[in-house]
């Protein structure tokens, strides 16, 4: 890649800094010390170089800047990562053109369009998300022996992020005895019992569970080790507050640009998704709970393990059986106790003997069978400047809550006294026998435990819905032929022979709704998804019969889902029909029915970013979703000028016919576009405001002359008023942020320095014909072009103009409607 084709070659060409975008018009500090490279941080997908990185002012603690490394890809500015040549580099709105679903090469599944291929697309982030569940239950030892390691967390901080990235091919058997290998699947390791969420009564039962049911919500009585859940809705409080702490850092960090001299100006990028927007996203998702309405979060296996250290092994592993079956750490009433146990002898290499170790493994073996596993690590915590070292990856699903702990940790310490959890180091012995250890347990144990558990529940009970006699029950369900089965039940409220929904708001495990559900959440994160949208869609008429809101919209959500990514063989019109009926479903119980602020947001911007990808009029269908969920105020200031953001990007991404583009949604791009600049400078992020701004110019510039936002006055003046605020929040932000960086000591003490503004070269008009733009498209290399011809434009510094040239430029710039 050529980073400036129109670029003058008086001088060597520079590579572009990631920065660089962000710091476009607004005044430079004087030129500051730059990061080295060689500081041996690890290549994450999401990660930049610490090289790259952009310096934050004094007035923050500078070892925080690890913190932000998923989002410090500046506003503006394109991934540093080399992009392989793959359908995947590709827009996939772009690629997919056409019809919703039909037409040309479309009757595909997402998965095989290359949409995912990249870590931070959406497809790619709701496949990671939706995965199976290992929850980690450790004796004391065990915690002990990893935290001389330095992971007070336990073994599941130990486990985590290796987990994320299983090593090598996964194979996988679907419904119909095929079998296909994914090279990115990953399992989620949670801690034993975390993230409980209580299940709702029953609209016309008690107003609140009973005393026994309500300590029993999460398996233990008040005051016990793990803590109750949060609430939804403050967890996308959690999610926005996170997500504007980037925001806040790369708006103090580009003041610290290292390299000035080549700085660009770019708007949204259609081919990449934005730093901040994945982040969003990924934050989103890790928050999904164990609920009783889905079982995505529930344990599809436990891991029981001890340490060699421990006296009595045996007796250990029985006792967190123990534990997790029916004493205090009992998970809830409404999650399947038939999960699969693991054991696994944790042995210290450097303090244990590896003869008794092997001994007590092949007595495991005996007693408990072959689901064990023996993980030979050393105790001794491991350093930056040990031989068999390496950086341990941070993982990329934290939740809200604990990512805000470590910013405001970093707040709130010095320096020296803050200790980096991104700069983790671990021996490489131990992460090569971590990474055998989870191969071995999700190939050969996770994995064919959930393929015997779908054929046997699809063979047993989904197969017998299916056919005309389980319809026929169903109708005689909900009916109630030849009986009164409706009864006055405990406290007042009516209950349902027939019904298995209970008073309490929840299936029992064992009833047939609630093992078809296990069913089509074990087919989708096995990417089975015939089988899990055929399975849910029986479940939607089921919930709706029982009025069990919540499960019903979970049901109508992930149909929705599974139907955008499976291959499409319906036609365009009863496709897009179905899918819009499934979504009004689920986001009206999500919303008004059950109140779910999380369900709602979820299920809305999960199903805006597939119909995205499913181009043609898909785009359109996700744009108007988008605004359902714009005019409800679900989503905090952050996240609706990202979802502005975003609608404008659905729009760029439509393709029109023909050289005119007919059918393409440039007017409406730019509009969101400018939506999206007005929001964030309400929330004073100048950065992203100039990226939108920027973004609507570019639009703006691709129609027709006469069509130009020039001839509409009143756009005009708003957009020149935005223009203003831009320019005007930018001088004010870099006079805050400089401090005294705008001073220069000499003989004579401390004097002022003048800051110097990047201006445009030459700005285009808006109101130039096609002709005007053909020709200068011919010769891009001129000193007098009047437009931009490529994505990455050079800048030249020069100083504040004077009140004179500033009158004249301002003649000049109305043309383009912007000021």
């Given at each position: 890649?050529?980073?400036?084709?129109?670029?003058?070659?008086?001088?060597?060409?520079?590579?572009?800094?990631?920065?660089?975008?962000?710091?476009?018009?607004?005044?430079?500090?004087?030129?500051?010390?730059?990061?080295?490279?060689?500081?041996?941080?690890?290549?994450?997908?999401?990660?930049?170089?610490?090289?790259?990185?952009?310096?934050?002012?004094?007035?923050?603690?500078?070892?925080?800047?690890?913190?932000?490394?998923?989002?410090?890809?500046?506003?503006?500015?394109?991934?540093?990562?080399?992009?392989?040549?793959?359908?995947?580099?590709?827009?996939?709105?772009?690629?997919?053109?056409?019809?919703?679903?039909?037409?040309?090469?479309?009757?595909?599944?997402?998965?095989?369009?290359?949409?995912?291929?990249?870590?931070?697309?959406?497809?790619?982030?709701?496949?990671?998300?939706?995965?199976?569940?290992?929850?980690?239950?450790?004796?004391?030892?065990?915690?002990?022996?990893?935290?001389?390691?330095?992971?007070?967390?336990?073994?599941?901080?130990?486990?985590?992020?290796?987990?994320?990235?299983?090593?090598?091919?996964?194979?996988?058997?679907?419904?119909?005895?095929?079998?296909?290998?994914?090279?990115?699947?990953?399992?989620?390791?949670?801690?034993?019992?975390?993230?409980?969420?209580?299940?709702?009564?029953?609209?016309?039962?008690?107003?609140?569970?009973?005393?026994?049911?309500?300590?029993?919500?999460?398996?233990?009585?008040?005051?016990?080790?793990?803590?109750?859940?949060?609430?939804?809705?403050?967890?996308?409080?959690?999610?926005?507050?996170?997500?504007?702490?980037?925001?806040?850092?790369?708006?103090?960090?580009?003041?610290?640009?290292?390299?000035?001299?080549?700085?660009?100006?770019?708007?949204?990028?259609?081919?990449?998704?934005?730093?901040?927007?994945?982040?969003?996203?990924?934050?989103?998702?890790?928050?999904?709970?164990?609920?009783?309405?889905?079982?995505?979060?529930?344990?599809?296996?436990?891991?029981?393990?001890?340490?060699?250290?421990?006296?009595?092994?045996?007796?250990?592993?029985?006792?967190?059986?123990?534990?997790?079956?029916?004493?205090?750490?009992?998970?809830?009433?409404?999650?399947?106790?038939?999960?699969?146990?693991?054991?696994?002898?944790?042995?210290?290499?450097?303090?244990?003997?590896?003869?008794?170790?092997?001994?007590?493994?092949?007595?495991?073996?005996?007693?408990?069978?072959?689901?064990?596993?023996?993980?030979?690590?050393?105790?001794?915590?491991?350093?930056?400047?040990?031989?068999?070292?390496?950086?341990?990856?941070?993982?990329?699903?934290?939740?809200?809550?604990?990512?805000?702990?470590?910013?405001?940790?970093?707040?709130?310490?010095?320096?020296?006294?803050?200790?980096?959890?991104?700069?983790?180091?671990?021996?490489?012995?131990?992460?090569?026998?971590?990474?055998?250890?989870?191969?071995?347990?999700?190939?050969?144990?996770?994995?064919?435990?959930?393929?015997?558990?779908?054929?046997?529940?699809?063979?047993?009970?989904?197969?017998?819905?299916?056919?005309?006699?389980?319809?026929?029950?169903?109708?005689?369900?909900?009916?109630?032929?030849?009986?009164?089965?409706?009864?006055?039940?405990?406290?007042?409220?009516?209950?349902?022979?027939?019904?298995?929904?209970?008073?309490?708001?929840?299936?029992?495990?064992?009833?047939?709704?609630?093992?078809?559900?296990?069913?089509?959440?074990?087919?989708?994160?096995?990417?089975?998804?015939?089988?899990?949208?055929?399975?849910?869609?029986l479940l939607r008429t089921d919930f709706q019969n029982d009025k069990a809101w919540k499960y019903h919209a979970a049901a109508n959500e992930m149909a929705a889902l599974a139907l955008l990514i499976m291959p499409q063989n319906m036609s365009s019109k009863t496709r897009i029909e179905t899918i819009n009926q499934m979504l009004?479903?689920?986001?009206?119980?999500?919303?008004?029915?059950?109140?779910?602020?999380?369900?709602?947001?979820?299920?809305?911007?999960?199903?805006?970013?597939?119909?995205?990808?499913?181009?043609?009029?898909?785009?359109?269908?996700?744009?108007?979703?988008?605004?359902?969920?714009?005019?409800?105020?679900?989503?905090?200031?952050?996240?609706?000028?990202?979802?502005?953001?975003?609608?404008?990007?659905?729009?760029?991404?439509?393709?029109?016919?023909?050289?005119?583009?007919?059918?393409?949604?440039?007017?409406?791009?730019?509009?969101?576009?400018?939506?999206?600049?007005?929001?964030?400078?309400?929330?004073?992020?100048?950065?992203?405001?100039?990226?939108?701004?920027?973004?609507?110019?570019?639009?703006?510039?691709?129609?027709?002359?006469?069509?130009?936002?020039?001839?509409?006055?009143?756009?005009?003046?708003?957009?020149?008023?935005?223009?203003?605020?831009?320019?005007?929040?930018?001088?004010?932000?870099?006079?805050?942020?400089?401090?005294?960086?705008?001073?220069?000591?000499?003989?004579?003490?401390?004097?002022?320095?003048?800051?110097?503004?990047?201006?445009?070269?030459?700005?285009?008009?808006?109101?130039?014909?096609?002709?005007?733009?053909r020709t200068s498209m011919i010769n891009p290399s001129g000193s007098n072009t009047e437009l931009e011809t490529a994505p990455l434009t050079t800048m030249a510094p020069a100083r504040l103009p004077s009140v004179d040239s500033e009158e004249s430029d301002a003649d000049s710039s109305a043309k383009d409607g912007f000021g």
């Open positions: 890649m050529q980073p400036f084709e129109d670029a003058p070659l008086s001088e060597p060409v520079q590579p572009l800094p990631m920065a660089a975008s962000a710091s476009a018009m607004r005044p430079l500090p004087k030129q500051r010390p730059s990061l080295t490279a060689g500081t041996g941080i690890d290549s994450h997908p999401l990660a930049q170089s610490e090289a790259s990185l952009p310096l934050r002012d004094r007035r923050s603690n500078p070892s925080a800047a690890s913190l932000f490394r998923s989002t410090l890809t500046p506003p503006g500015s394109r991934s540093a990562s080399p992009a392989p040549s793959s359908i995947g580099t590709r827009s996939p709105s772009r690629t997919l053109s056409g019809s919703v679903f039909g037409g040309g090469g479309f009757k595909q599944s997402l998965l095989d369009t290359g949409a995912g291929d990249n870590p931070g697309d959406p497809l790619n982030l709701i496949l990671k998300s939706f995965v199976p569940h290992i929850a980690i239950h450790g004796s004391k030892d065990v915690d002990d022996l990893v935290s001389e390691k330095g992971f007070t967390g336990g073994l599941w901080e130990l486990l985590r992020p290796f987990g994320e990235r299983i090593q090598g091919k996964v194979t996988i058997r679907d419904s119909n005895g095929g079998s296909r290998s994914w090279e990115d699947f990953s399992v989620r390791f949670t801690r034993f019992g975390d993230g409980v969420e209580a299940p709702d009564p029953m609209a016309g039962a008690m107003k609140s569970p009973p005393t026994t049911v309500s300590a029993a919500v999460n398996g233990q009585p008040t005051g016990a080790k793990f803590p109750l859940s949060m609430t939804r809705a403050s967890l996308i409080a959690q999610v926005e507050t996170v997500v504007d702490r980037h925001l806040g850092y790369a708006e103090d960090a580009c003041m610290g640009v290292s390299s000035p001299t080549t700085p660009t100006r770019q708007g949204l990028d259609t081919d990449a998704t934005s730093p901040y927007y994945a982040l969003y996203l990924r934050r989103l998702l890790s928050g999904i709970p164990l609920a009783c309405h889905e079982s995505f979060a529930h344990p599809v296996a436990s891991v029981m393990a001890i340490s060699s250290r421990n006296p009595s092994p045996i007796e250990a592993l029985r006792k967190l059986y123990d534990e997790t079956s029916q004493g205090d750490r009992q998970l809830p009433v409404w999650v399947d106790g038939g999960y699969l146990r693991y054991y696994v002898l944790v042995h210290d290499e450097e303090r244990s003997d590896i003869t008794k170790s092997m001994a007590l493994f092949d007595q495991m073996k005996r007693h408990f069978g072959l689901h064990c596993h023996m993980l030979r690590i050393r105790s001794s915590q491991s350093a930056e400047t040990d031989d068999d070292s390496i950086p341990l990856p941070r993982s990329d699903w934290l939740s809200p809550a604990e990512e805000l702990a470590d910013i405001e940790r970093s707040d709130h310490q010095d320096e020296e006294d803050f200790e980096d959890p991104t700069r983790r180091h671990i021996f490489e012995s131990d992460a090569t026998a971590i990474r055998t250890f989870i191969r071995e347990m999700v190939t050969q144990s996770v994995i064919p435990t959930m393929e015997r558990n779908i054929s046997l529940w699809n063979d047993q009970v989904a197969s017998r819905r299916r056919g005309i006699s389980g319809r026929f029950m169903s109708l005689s369900k909900r009916w109630a032929f030849g009986s009164s089965s409706r009864t006055s039940g405990a406290g007042g409220a009516s209950s349902d022979s027939s019904n298995n929904y209970g008073a309490l708001g929840y299936y029992k495990p064992d009833t047939a709704e609630a093992i078809m559900r296990r069913l089509a959440d074990f087919a989708f994160m096995l990417r089975d998804w015939k089988l899990a949208m055929s399975t849910y869609d009004e479903q689920a986001y009206y119980s999500y919303h008004t029915r059950c109140n779910s602020q999380y369900g709602a947001v979820r299920c809305i911007v999960l199903a805006l970013e597939l119909l995205r990808l499913r181009g043609g009029s898909g785009v359109d269908e996700a744009v108007r979703w988008g605004i359902r969920l714009l005019e409800t105020r679900l989503m905090g200031p952050v996240g609706d000028a990202l979802l502005k953001e975003r609608m404008a990007i659905c729009y760029a991404s439509k393709q029109g016919a023909g050289s005119q583009a007919w059918g393409s949604r440039r007017r409406k791009s730019a509009l969101w576009s400018v939506l999206g600049a007005e929001a964030w400078i309400s929330q004073s992020k100048f950065i992203q405001a100039q990226r939108c701004l920027n973004e609507a110019r570019k639009m703006y510039s691709l129609l027709p002359g006469e069509c130009g936002v020039q001839n509409f006055a009143v756009a005009s003046d708003f957009l020149a008023h935005l223009n203003e605020q831009l320019k005007e929040g930018l001088r004010i932000d870099t006079q805050r942020g400089e401090g005294d960086d705008n001073y220069d000591n000499n003989a004579d003490g401390l004097q002022p320095v003048e800051p110097e503004l990047l201006v445009d070269e030459e700005s285009e008009t808006l109101d130039n014909r096609r002709k005007t733009r």
